[in-house]
């Protein structure tokens, strides 16, 4: 079935270094990619997102790359700070108004 | 401001009692959704609007149902609950024309059934 993973349950940063999550999706019909960030108590916030005819996109301190040939999805977060503390969900989209998400990573950012 | 809304949002009940999650949003938007949460297990969905009247199975419909008589409500109904529907449920929406994918999440309705 369908499926999107990320490859670590949990990061763990140093305040000021840059962090890197990753996740493997499995549709190869998927077109259309999605950070979010979910705090504690929260629901999902979204982040930055990508389409298939991308690599990479920049927002502000975080970049999602894309690449398809291994069906990997990557988000880098520039300088980490306490408040990114977060759960982080990659989900994909494979244009049939669902949402598939992965099981998510937890990123604990130390002082 | 814009944003989704879900009441209650801590819920105790007793298997077999009927009860239903509301889930409210004030941006105009096509698309809803309800997610249910579980450890280890991430985000999956139950079921989906992408307009008035217009309803689908997502993931895990076992169990629920769902109505979509305004554009703006999107409630969540659970005939007979079961202990296995305990849960952290989150509902969605998103515009479907313009940026459908983009979806804005409720604050979670957390639901226990002894």
């Known amino acids: 079935g369908e499926s999107v993973g990320l490859h670590l349950p949990t990061l763990s940063v140093q305040e000021g270094d840059n962090s890197i999550i990753n996740c493997a999706y499995s549709?190869?019909?998927?077109?259309?990619f999605i950070w979010y960030k979910q705090e504690s108590g929260k629901g999902p916030q979204f982040i930055i997102d990508?389409?298939?005819?991308?690599d990479k996109r920049q927002g502000q301190r975080v970049t999602v790359l894309l690449n398809k040939t291994v069906k990997h999805l990557s988000l880098q977060i520039a300088a980490t700070q306490p408040g990114d503390s977060a759960v982080y969900f990659c989900?994909?989209?494979?244009?049939?108004?669902?949402?598939?998400f992965g099981q998510g990573t937890t990123l604990q950012v130390k002082p | 401001e814009a944003q989704v809304t879900q009441n209650p949002r801590y819920l105790i009940t007793v298997t077999g009692k009927k009860l239903t999650v509301t889930c409210s949003q004030n941006?105009?938007?096509?698309?809803m959704s309800w997610y249910r949460q579980d450890p280890g297990l991430g985000l999956r969905q139950i079921y989906y609007?992408?307009?008035?009247?217009?309803?689908d199975k997502g993931d895990v419909p076992e169990g629920y149902k769902v109505s979509r008589k305004e554009k703006r409500n999107f409630p969540l109904i659970l005939e007979s609950p079961s202990p296995n529907q305990t849960s952290l449920y989150f509902c969605?929406?998103?515009?479907?024309?313009?940026?459908?994918?983009?979806?804005?999440f409720g604050p979670g309705t957390r639901l226990l059934v002894l």
């Open positions: 990508i389409r298939s005819n991308m």
């Open positions: 969605a929406s998103s515009s479907y024309y313009t940026d459908r994918e983009t979806q804005y």
């Open positions: 549709n190869s019909a998927s077109d259309y």
């Open positions: 609007s992408m307009n008035v009247e217009v309803t």
């Open positions: 989900a994909e989209s494979p244009n049939t108004g669902k949402l598939i």
């Open positions: 941006m105009n938007h096509e698309y």
